[in-house]
């Protein structure tokens, strides 16, 4: 299919969904779905003229016209694998709120977590608040398909105990799993939460945005792996607003599907801070694409963001990092680093990191890197009786390591572990 073929086909498919998906019988919502639509049908998907997507060409998604599928089954034991331990538990099911299988017991009153299926006048406050449909039109896609998703809600001075795991899970083939999520902090509200997006099925699409709402020094840290199976296609958008003196830390791994593109964005108020930490592996023909924007609006600010991509055989990844500091958002402190490890020849990776600075009394910095192992690493680790293709993988698993270490959460950090060790056998973890 050609690309106006494809949004034609999505369109109409669209009719015949729109009448099972939530909140069909509340006006505000209509609108904003309908608003959506519209933006999608103008522009299709996102395309290589596009020059926040001049790296990724979607033309994947041009091949099947994905759809919502209704509840479906899964493997307990399976899906345990991934659970972590003390910690509560969403499940979305092919995009769906699955309550048979999360685990809320013993949530506190002062969390609030609902289905916006079940309960969408929740959502009215802060829908499309933290992203409008101009962002691109994933995000005006999302706002017209999504079928369900969840709305956290964590009182004022409430600090959590234990972190809450969302298991995005797809079980179906040529499914759409699009749902959306509101996380929202009163002030100096804590949380932890931990995205999983996995998959059995074949071939399907994950289609996930998030909005976060972080009030006044409020502290959010928000862990992503994305191990999604391996013909799946992933787009994954959290957006976050920051009032005065918040805190927000983002851990992103993207080590699965063919096609995965993730957006993290930011707006920061009076001397909020935003930390982002990412790491992506890349082998087979793999395309993994990170796109980051941080927004200093007032001063004061702090932003530190690293993120680290191992790429082998004809995988390609790309890294685009923006940092923007308005006129008004003096003493604004920010770093941004980009390392890059190829491991063949065919690999390949695109990086751009921008700063737009329009204050005078800042301190901003960036700096980018792409190489192979150094071969007078390989030849020291030899000297010491390791073999040529260990010492590689001991050098690899370094570089890939630092990210992992960041990682305060210990069951986290063993899943990590896992997924590396499935992605890179060899690096003998």
Not at 80 to 94: F, Q
Not at 179 to 204: F, K, M, P, W
Not at 352 to 374: F, M, N, R, W
Request: charged share 20%; with cysteine.
């Amino acid at each position: 299919m050609t690309a106006e073929q494809s949004t034609y086909s999505y369109l109409t498919a669209y009719q015949a969904v729109a009448p099972a998906l939530p909140g069909n019988d509340l006006p505000w919502l209509q609108e904003f779905r309908n608003e959506g639509l519209k933006a999608f049908e103008a522009h299709g998907f996102p395309n290589l003229r596009d020059e926040e997507w001049r790296y990724t060409n979607l033309a994947l998604l041009n091949k099947t016209v994905f759809a919502p599928v209704d509840d479906s089954t899964v493997a307990s034991a399976w899906l345990d694998g991934y659970r972590l331990d003390n910690a509560w538990s969403v499940v979305l099911l092919n995009g769906r709120f699955a309550p048979q299988l999360s685990n809320l017991a013993g949530l506190p009153a002062e969390v609030s977590i609902k289905s916006l299926r079940d309960e969408p006048d929740a959502a009215q406050q802060h829908l499309g608040q933290a992203v409008t449909n101009a962002e691109h039109s994933l995000v005006a896609f999302n706002s017209a398909w999504f079928g369900d998703g969840v709305i956290i809600e964590i009182a004022a001075n409430h600090q959590m105990t234990q972190p809450l795991q969302i298991l995005h899970v797809v079980t179906a083939n040529e499914a759409l799993a699009a749902s959306r999520n509101l996380i929202v902090l009163h002030d100096g509200a804590e949380a932890e939460v931990v995205e999983t997006y996995i998959g059995s099925a074949d071939s399907y699409f994950s289609a996930v945005v998030n909005e976060c709402f972080l009030a006044a020094n409020a502290g959010l840290t928000l862990h992503k792996l994305q191990a999604e199976a391996e013909k799946a296609c992933h787009f994954g958008g959290t957006y976050i607003k920051q009032a005065r003196e918040s805190r927000f830390v983002h851990h992103n791994f993207g080590f699965g599907a063919v096609l995965a593109r993730s957006d993290i964005h930011s707006n920061l108020d009076l001397a909020a801070e935003c930390h982002l930490n990412g790491l992506y592996l890349g082998t087979g023909r793999q395309h993994l694409d990170n796109h980051t924007r941080i927004n200093h609006l007032q001063p004061q600010g702090i932003s530190r963001e690293f993120y680290k991509g191992v790429l082998d055989k004809r995988a390609r990844g790309v890294f685009q990092g923006r940092v923007i500091v308005v006129e008004n958002a003096q003493q604004t402190d920010s770093e941004m680093n980009n390392r890059n490890l190829l491991l063949s020849a065919d690999a390949e990776v695109d990086t751009k990191p921008q700063l737009e600075i329009y204050a005078d009394d800042v301190k901003c910095s960036h700096g980018v890197t792409v190489g192979q192992l150094e071969e007078k690493s390989v030849f020291y680790l030899q000297s010491r009786g390791v073999d040529a293709e260990s010492a590689r993988n001991i050098l690899t698993f370094a570089f890939a390591n630092e990210m992992v270490d960041k990682v305060d959460n210990a069951g986290l950090k063993a899943l990590l572990l896992e997924q590396l060790a499935i992605r890179f056998p060899a690096m003998e973890l």
